[in-house]
């Protein structure tokens, strides 16, 4: 199943969902939308309509990537799959390579990570200062969370619904990038089998960035004191 966070990506949703149909004809696709006042929710249901095998989920009381992705998880733990695909809807993630992420999954890997740091991983039209902030970001929180992922805050990933429910995904606080972050922490604790794969992350052509100046030092701030409970939880069980 391909679980898919949206809010206002009305200039991209239909274009997205058939590439990931062309990508892969049969996967079900699970749309979290937190009410997009642009109709991005009314057109992901016209196009459950026409292409099936695929639900809408319309969210009017809460927002932020972290429990969407919570609502879809939980959706997916409900049912019979025994895989779950991540990622952006905006084209920033190319659906192309979503079978690699499902062959990788079958072959015996507990998480697939799409990194932009791994060797043959790149990012493309982004400015100097959000790939930066990014780089930045990435290996502070690789330092501070001691973990050994190249690309703790990609979205673009792979589970067995055996790993999510491993690291208690209900349980994982939080919004955004430290959301992601602290999914990798629990993996790593749990010694699950983590495999990153390269992926070329292209910056969005239609539609607005959710990222902000602020919402980066908020994620910043939380992987702070993650890190620091997380340190304190460590040398306390040793």
Request: glycine content about 8%; hydrophobic content about 35%.
């Amino acid at each position: 199943m391909l679980v898919l966070p949206t809010y206002n990506e009305i200039e991209n949703i239909d274009r997205f969902i058939r590439a990931v149909r062309t990508s892969t004809p049969h996967i079900h696709v699970l749309i979290v939308d937190d009410n997009s006042p642009d109709g991005t929710g009314d057109a992901a249901d016209n196009l459950a309509r026409e292409l099936g095998n695929m639900h809408v989920i319309h969210r009017t009381n809460e927002r932020g990537l972290g429990s969407a992705y919570r609502t879809g998880f939980r959706h997916v733990l409900s049912r019979q799959f025994a895989h779950v695909i991540t990622m952006d809807a905006d084209f920033s993630h190319d659906p192309a390579i979503i079978p690699t992420f499902l062959e990788l999954l079958d072959s015996g890997c507990d998480v697939v990570i799409g990194s932009r740091y791994c060797p043959g991983g790149s990012i493309i039209n982004w400015p100097w200062y959000r790939t930066a902030l990014s780089k930045w970001g990435n290996l502070y929180t690789r330092a501070l969370l001691r973990v050994s992922t190249t690309d703790c805050t990609t979205g673009y990933r792979g589970y067995t619904t055996q790993a999510l429910e491993k690291v208690e995904i209900e349980n994982v606080r939080g919004e955004g990038y430290v959301f992601l972050s602290t999914i990798i922490t629990r993996a790593e604790d749990e010694q699950l089998h983590i495999v990153e794969t390269p992926i070329c992350f292209a910056n969005r052509e239609l539609g607005t960035s959710k990222m902000s100046l602020k919402i980066a030092l908020e994620s910043m701030l939380l992987v702070t004191k993650l890190g620091i409970k997380h340190r304190v939880f460590r040398r306390s069980k040793s």
